[in-house]
């Protein structure tokens, strides 16, 4: 079975930055991409950035520039390095694993950005 922990969310300025972890542990045999995602109350959970197996990365428009999405392969770690934090960054963010047989989410890690 696989496991993925966040980890490193916390209460930040605006303008100040972030970075996140996932660690990821268990049963891995192919990982196709790993994600981040957020939710704000009363929203839906939105995509915020991939990285596939082989290292291309995707953004949503509205943290590209910002955000950089990377990964430890040694360490099995994912990480979401976040810069130019606004207030409306302020969710819980949930790491993803997908593979050829499953997917796997985290159990979230609280982001507030606020004066």
């Known amino acids: 079975q696989v496991q993925l922990v966040e980890s490193g969310g916390g209460l930040v300025q605006p303008g100040g930055s972030l970075r996140l972890s996932c660690a990821v542990s268990?049963?891995?045999?192919?990982?196709?991409?790993n994600y981040w995602y957020r939710q704000a109350p009363g929203k839906m959970r939105e995509f915020i950035a991939g990285?596939?197996?082989?290292?291309?990365?995707n953004y949503a428009d509205s943290v590209r520039g910002r955000f950089t999405i990377s990964r430890d392969n040694a360490k099995n770690i994912v990480y979401l390095q976040m810069n130019s934090l606004k207030p409306e960054d302020t969710a819980v963010y949930y790491c993803?694993?997908?593979?050829?047989?499953?997917?796997?989410w985290g159990q979230g890690t609280q982001v507030t950005v606020s004066s």
């Open positions: 268990g049963s891995i045999f192919s990982t196709y991409a």
């Open positions: 993803k694993l997908t593979m050829a047989t499953l997917s796997a």
């Open positions: 990285i596939t197996r082989g290292g291309t990365t």
